[in-house]
Every structure is written in C-alpha cells, then in structure tokens.
C-alpha cells in the first residue's frame, strides 16, 4: 500500500506504508544509530515525534521483549528506507512488520531518509504527518499545520500513574519519572541501589519524606519550559543537600531551577555517536544522545561550572553546582542504544551519595 510523508513546509515524500494504517502526526526527526531500532521505538523521550532512521536497513533482527526500553511503544511515526522481510536472530519473537502492526504504529518505507535528514538539517525540525489514506498533499498539509497546534501534556501520557518500589540492598534512590527508560532503573539497580519511583507531578516534599539517600531525575519528552510546577519541585530537591543527578529532560529541569535558559536546537541530537568532552579530565566519550534542547551558553550564572561540552556544536552537555552534591548531563549514561562510554556517571553519583550517608 502507497503511503506519502509531508512536512510542514510542503516538502511531500513517497513511499510504501508498514505497521498500522492511517494517518500519523508528530515532530520529525532524524536518528544516526545503527542498531537499537527497539530502543529507539520504546524510549518514552520520542513521545510526540516521528523518527527517521538514517541507517538504511532497519529490522534485520526482529524485535524481542528483553530489548525494550518501556513497556509500550511511544514514537508517534517511523520512516525507514528499508524495513527487512527477513529478519535473522535467535533472541527475535516477532517479525518488525507484526511488531509495528501490533502496537498500532504507522510506518513509511522507500524513502530517502537521507534526503529527509539533510532537508531537517538544512531547515530544522518540523512537523509531518504520514498518511496511508490520502495523497493529497495540500488537504495533508492542511491537517497537519491543525494538528500541530494542539498541545499535549506529553510528560504527563508516559509517567507512572503511581509510585513503585524496585527493592535492592543499598542507598535508598528517589527516581523521577518523566518518561524514564528502562535501563535508568537496571543501571541503579545493578549499582544494588532500593529505587523508588515517583510521577512527574508529585510534590517535593513527598518525595523528601521518603528519606532517600539520592534522588534522580530521569529523561523525557518535550519542552522544559512547559513544566512549570515541575520545575519548582525540582528546585526544592536542589536546594535540599541530597545527591542529585539529572539526565536529560531532567538536566533541562535542573538547568531552569537554577535559573539557567533553554533553547530549542535547529535539529536536535537523535543517536547514538556524539562526541562529549569531559572537562575535569579532557577526554572525550561518544554517547548516546536524545533531545531538541538545550541549556543556553548565555544562561549561567554564578555559582554554576559546566562540566561538559559537545564537541560538534560545543553545547552544554552537563554542569555541577559547587558546594552541592549535583551532576547534570544532557546526554544518556544508561544509553540502550548506544556506547558505555559515559555509565562512570552512575558511579560519580553512587560516590556522592555514600559520601553525602557518611556525613550525616
């Protein structure tokens, strides 16, 4: 079946449709990792976008339940240049096309994802809509632009609706979930960390009555600055001398607390291969990024000193704030796709947080 990818500046591709039928709306963006495909489609932080995948082969190993990173899927689109008919791996239960079918996910195929991305380069990310349905691009265009206008609490469609426990014998962990990624809680875990899960929205001093010994703030979806009451419980952790480690759309929530600027980047960083130099050290880790924001260079104040610079566009990738037990980093040390140059952050938090158990 035919299916066609219009974006909002008019710009229309065509191709063949995969997964569910119908039309799908989102942010387009591009993604450059190789492998991860199931990680990709699960992460909670491509909740509200459509994601395009620069490698040209998607689905050679199927899917299988131990890959994910939630326990749905949350890209709203996927647009590939081949989807494999297939796919070969001894760990795979599903074929991609089942899988995609499945979980009510509208695909293209054929496509030049390279032309897109170059195109989303040249002209930031926008908005699109795929459809199997029409081919009429200008009623397309139409719907989409309608679309776009409609606001969605997107933290708030991935985060627990209740607090859970994930017990283990060591420092008591308080996990902020905006659209935490599976493998936050398997990396504290493997660290025996006793994690407590807590929703977006719930106040800071629940979560302080929990007596724990750290608390993090996990990735997720969306704009920071939209998350005002958020941002106020996150400067009172801030400000509460516990350990704190912020990670991604946490490190955003962290940076607006302390009064530090957002912006939104022309295109973001979708992958698994962006070079961040660690200023303490000055050694440079690949990593795995997600996200379409970032702290403003203009923004800092005093009493802030940035850690980490990405050595493509020299964005902020990470901050401490002197005198408290805090790190901040933009990208992803849980990665799930992506390298495990930079999983020492969870160790750099550990140390913080036994010392901050001997001191009291």
Not at 78 to 94: G, M, P, Q, T
Not at 308 to 323: L, M, Q, Y
């Amino acid at each position: 079946m035919k299916a066609v990818l219009v974006l909002e500046d008019g710009t229309y591709y065509t191709g063949e449709s995969f997964g569910a039928r119908g039309d799908a709306y989102g942010e387009v963006v591009f993604n450059t990792c190789m492998t991860g495909y199931q990680e990709v489609v699960t992460d909670p932080s491509y909740n509200g976008q459509m994601v395009c995948m620069t490698y040209p082969l998607i689905g050679n190993y199927g899917m299988n339940p131990e890959d994910a990173e939630s326990s749905k899927t949350h890209i709203d689109g996927f647009i590939v240049k081949e989807l494999c008919d297939y796919h070969s791996n001894f760990r795979a239960d599903i074929s991609p096309e089942d899988y995609f079918s499945k979980n009510g996910i509208t695909g293209i195929k054929g496509v030049d994802t390279r032309a897109i991305t170059q195109h989303i380069r040249r002209f930031g990310s926008m908005y699109g809509v795929i459809s199997t349905h029409s081919g009429n691009i200008s009623i397309l265009l139409e719907k989409l632009l309608g679309q776009k206008e409609i606001r969605r609490d997107l933290v708030g469609e991935v985060t627990t609706g209740n607090p859970f426990n994930v017990p283990g014998d060591g420092p008591r962990i308080s996990l902020l979930d905006f659209g935490a990624k599976s493998n936050i809680i398997r990396s504290l875990s493997k660290r025996n960390c006793d994690i407590t899960v807590y929703p977006a929205a719930t106040p800071a001093g629940e979560v302080l009555m929990g007596n724990p010994d750290g608390i993090v703030l996990s990735n997720g979806p969306g704009d920071p600055r939209d998350l005002g009451s958020i941002v106020s419980a996150v400067r009172e952790l801030a400000d509460s001398g516990i350990p704190v480690l912020g990670i991604c759309l946490g490190h955003q929530l962290l940076a607006l607390a302390l009064e530090m600027g957002i912006y939104k980047l022309k295109f973001g960083h979708h992958g698994g291969n962006h070079p961040v130099k660690d200023l303490s050290t000055g050694r440079c880790h690949i990593t795995s990024q997600n996200h379409n924001y970032a702290v403003s260079q203009d923004s800092i104040p005093a009493g802030i000193e940035i850690t980490h610079v990405n050595a493509n566009d020299k964005s902020i990738e990470g901050f401490c704030r002197p005198g408290y037990p805090i790190i901040s980093v933009q990208y992803h040390p849980e990665a799930s796709p992506g390298p495990e140059d930079s999983a020492y952050i969870f160790d750099d938090f550990i140390k913080l947080v036994v010392k901050g158990r001997q001191d009291a």
